[in-house]
């Protein structure tokens, strides 16, 4: 199974002042027909992320129909756990609400940063998302005593599930850190447990940091694609299986996504969000930089 390249979605260009550069974190909800709204993390002037949104026809991806002139989620307040951005983790539907479950970003000193987990929610028409709270649903804790990162969430036969980053070191300097995947667990979406077990460990020295987990249940079977950070300096996105969503078995090579060899993603894709829509299957992407570059789209060749 191959991923066929669409080409370039969206680069933000300046648009607002909370729109000057990067479309990180894309996420797909679909509205009508072929019409879907792509929701993603730009950055201002001040490097601060925030959540907008464009709505494009699948058919023709490059052709923006729409475009939110404010964020739909933007920075806490001064000295909250996201007041230095917000970065979309996922949205989960239910009931006529949307919860978005995003990443805090909160600067450090001896660090870089230390991120939290936060959950925003829309009911029905609304546009913007409200803060469940100004603290975080999931924050560093004996099991996560380091940094948090990108969550998704989804609920099956045994209640919520949360798939999400977490550093086992920081390294030299606070720049040379170790990050896997681990699992957390609720039974209303809001108040989380983490089990503190590593879900989807590091594959080789060759990497660091295993990040923005997206996850599918398909015939019983738990399908994973994630952002592998490379040690030479660029992210892949690589694929695990599971039976159960907590032990799986890692399967690059079958369902994978590296950087292409020229365009806005020569040197690095990251945060795939993938979904189906008909008969297809579609994959939502950063390219170079963190998506400095735009988000890109691929189908899958079956």
């Known amino acids: 199974m191959n991923w066929r390249r669409l080409g370039l979605v969206f680069s933000p260009s300046g648009?607002?002042?909370?729109?000057?550069?990067?479309?990180?974190?894309?996420?797909?909800?679909?509205?009508?027909?072929?019409?879907?709204?792509?929701?993603?993390?730009?950055?201002?002037?001040?490097?601060?992320?925030?959540?907008?949104?464009?709505?494009?026809?699948?058919?023709?991806?490059?052709?923006?129909?729409?475009?939110?002139?404010?964020?739909?989620?933007?920075?806490?307040?001064?000295?909250?756990?996201?007041?230095?951005?917000?970065?979309?983790?996922?949205?989960?539907?239910?009931?006529?609400?949307?919860?978005?479950?995003?990443?805090?970003?909160?600067?450090?000193?001896?660090?870089?940063?230390?991120?939290?987990?936060?959950?925003a929610i829309r009911k029905g028409s609304s546009t913007q998302f409200q803060k469940l709270s100004p603290a975080p649903v999931l924050d560093r804790s004996s099991a996560d005593p380091f940094t948090l990162t990108y969550p998704w969430v989804m609920r099956d036969e045994q209640g919520w599930r949360m798939w999400y980053g977490s550093h086992l070191t920081w390294g030299a300097g606070g720049k040379d850190w170790t990050h896997v995947l681990k699992h957390a667990q609720s039974q209303d979406g809001l108040t989380w447990q983490p089990t503190g077990r590593i879900d989807l460990p590091l594959a080789s020295p060759?990497?660091?940091?295993?990040?923005?987990?997206?996850?599918?249940?398909?015939?019983?079977?738990?399908?994973?694609?994630?952002?592998?950070?490379?040690?030479?300096?660029?992210?892949?996105?690589?694929?695990?299986?599971?039976?159960?969503?907590?032990?799986?078995q890692r399967m690059d090579h079958v369902c994978g996504l590296a950087p292409s060899r020229t365009g806005f993603d020569s040197e690095s894709v990251e945060y795939g969000m993938v979904f189906d829509h008909r008969d297809s299957r579609y994959m939502?992407?950063?390219?170079?930089?963190?998506?400095?570059?735009?988000?890109?789209?691929?189908?899958?060749d079956r």
């Open 284 to 300: 939502l992407y950063c390219g170079n930089q963190y998506g400095k570059t735009g988000l890109g789209l691929a189908v899958l």
């Open 15 to 119: 648009q607002f002042p909370w729109m000057i550069s990067h479309a990180a974190n894309p996420h797909a909800q679909h509205l009508d027909g072929d019409v879907y709204r792509i929701y993603f993390s730009p950055r201002d002037e001040r490097n601060r992320s925030s959540v907008g949104c464009i709505d494009i026809d699948i058919n023709n991806p490059s052709t923006v129909l729409g475009m939110s002139s404010e964020p739909v989620l933007s920075p806490g307040e001064l000295g909250a756990f996201d007041d230095s951005g917000v970065s979309l983790g996922c949205l989960v539907e239910l009931s006529g609400m949307t919860y978005l479950y995003y990443l805090g970003w909160n600067l450090g000193v001896t660090v870089l940063w230390r991120n939290s987990i936060g959950l």
């Open 206 to 248: 060759e990497e660091s940091a295993l990040v923005k987990p997206c996850v599918i249940r398909e015939q019983e079977i738990y399908k994973l694609w994630f952002s592998a950070y490379q040690k030479k300096g660029f992210y892949k996105i690589g694929y695990a299986e599971s039976k159960n969503g907590i032990h799986w």
